[in-house]
Each structure stands twice: as structure tokens, then as C-alpha cells.
């Protein structure tokens, strides 16, 4: 970032690779120092993102950033929750867990956020450096319990815990915070669709919360696109009784919890124009190898594998996986687009679509693919509200 001669702006960059480091450590420490020596006549303005976490990392002393990492990837490696790392990290940082706006007390505080998490829990967001924690040292120690790791607590970590167990004020509250969601994956989508009904679609929105496996999740994607098409097409021969119930049970598994399913084939049924869905979330991948790519393209190839199981008659069908930072994975790309046809191509040109599956290695299979041509490329957006899904459904 270019400053002006003595301005007034600092700038510190750290947490490289979104992991928490010293240089992260420094600055996290220089906020802290700012938010101390604030009155009640001052008013702290706070911009949070993801990867707030790791930018912000100020463990309580006698607690070192290395004991901090490694309790983390600990938890991690033995299949701890985001929410149960989050707990810990809370418990163990002068910053999260409203750490920050208890330091800028009685500064008013007001929080800017975009959200990166699913149903926008500002608690979560960057571990709530302005959100009071819920959380007790109970809570903390039935997780590394549950993980088997009590006894691998560092003799730092249990004084800190003892300490806030101990302590006679009890959990603070935030009562001189303001927490304001201004960019979330909702208000993505809402303007998404409005984008869509302008170029003449009938844009449903399913659901902003899409979670669950990956391969899961293709199956539905894959699975709606056919059951769409008796919708649109009342001609062609119907969805059987079993194909909407195993819609509706794919759906069941996944656990979204807004899914506006019915209101989508409702809608198809009504009308017989072209049809826009979206959805938005973050599916999971389970890495089977050491290939490249991102949950976009894996998700991308694996609907494309779908629609390809299923007769979809006179109806062009496109979908549109993409990450809204503009970059999916390690990689440059936000995304991948497919179709029906994507089989086919990849035939024509000797790839192996199962074999890139299983190697986790989408984004080399998208290169090769007419050349990257089903690549989604936006450059680098500037925000992060997770993942957008779009399935375009045409009637010919």
C-alpha cells in the first residue's frame, strides 16, 4: 500500500498463508496498545473479515504463539470442529473473544463486518475480537478432553485457565459495542439474483448455507438439474416417485437448514422460461491426493459427473461454482463452469475424469480441458463472503 509522507495510516502485514506469525504478533500487540489508550469521548471503528483470526493473533501470557500453534494444529490433526478451535483460541487470546473491545473500554466501539461463516455468527467471524465469549475454561477443557489432549497441556495453557476460572468479574460484556454485518454471503446472492431476473431469468435463491460433503452435494446439484427438467418441460417423461424422493432425502442429508427447495420447483412448474438457482456456502473436501485445485472446481467436475448420469432432454444446463474472493484454492482461478457435455469434451481430449477425482487434482484438469477454457477468472475481489453455486436451466 502506498501512504503519503507523514501519514497518519499504519500498515503491518503478517499471518502469510493465513497462519498466525510474529509479524502478526506485532501488530496485534500495536492494536491492542491503541485500543488501551482510548476515552470515552474516542470511537474505535473496526473493520473484520476472515482470516481475522490468524492477523490477530495475541496469546495471554505466559501462553507463546508456538504453545498456541501447537495446541491448535493438535486439535485440528484429531478432527476438532472450527467452533472448538475457535473456543480455545478465545480462551487463550487478550484480542478474541471481545478481547479487543474490552481493552478500547469505554471507548464506544463499532464493528464493520463481512462475513465469511455460514448463518453470519459474529461470535465466530475472526474468532468475535468484538463479541463477548459464551464460552467457560469448563468448556475449554471438555474439549481437549474429548480430543485426549489434557495431558499434553502446556504448563502455560492450565495457568491461564486456572486464572480466568478463578476470576472474580466473571465473563465482560460488550455493552459499548456496535456489530454490524455490512457483506455476507446473503446479500451476495440477493444481488446475484437481482442481476439474473434483469437478463430475464426466474431466479430462485435455494440457500445460503450449503454445507456438507462435496460429493454430496454434486449428487444434488446433478440430481435437481433432471428433476428441473420434468418442471420445465411437462412434455418429456416426468421424474419418477423415487427420483423426487431421493432429491428431497440428498437434500435431507446435507442439513441446510433455509433450503428453499420446493419454492424452487414450484417455480419452474409455474413458468417456462429460462431458470436461475442459487445457492451459496462452503462445501468440504476430503483429500484423497495431492493434486491442485479448490472445493470450486472439485465441486465444478463432480456436478459435472452428475449431469451426465441423468437424460436431461431439451433443456441446456450450465453450472457455476466460484469463490467470491476470486481465488479458489492455490490456485488463480475463483471457479469452473460445466455441462452435460463436459464427459464427452473431456473423452475427446484423453482425460480421465474419475482419475482426476481421485487425485483431488481439478485445476489440472480444467487446464487441460480446451484449454482452461471452463476456468473462472476474476482477479482477486478484495472481499470474502464464501462460495456462490449457479445452475442455469434453459428449456431449448
Known sequence: MLLKPHSHVQVFEGAEDNLPDRDALRAALAIRQLAEGLTADDLLLVLISGGGSALLPAPIPPVTLEEKQTLTRLLAARGATIQELNTIRKALSQLKGGGLAQAAYPAQVVSLILSDVVGDPVEVIASGPTVASSHSVQDCLHIVNRYGLRAALPRSVKTV???ADSDPHGPHSCGHVLNV???SNVLALAEAQRQAEALGYQAVVLSAAMQ???KSMAQFYGLLAHVART???PSMAGASVEEDAQLHELAAD?????LQLEEALETMARGRGPVCLLAGGEPTVQLQGSGRGGRNQELALRVGA???RWPLGQIDVL???GGTDGQDG???AAGAWVTPELASQAAAEGLDMATFLAHNDSHTFFCRLQGGAHLLHTGMTGTNVMDTHLLFLRPR
Open 161 to 163: 485457565l486456572s486464572r
Open 319 to 321: 453450472f457455476l461454482s
Open 181 to 183: 454485518i455490512i457483506g
Open 254 to 258: 446435507l442439513q441446510i437448514p433455509d
Open 212 to 214: 456438507g460433503d462435496v
Open 231 to 233: 418442471r420445465l418441460t
Open 330 to 332: 492455490p490456485t488463480e
Open 306 to 308: 452428475e449431469l451426465r
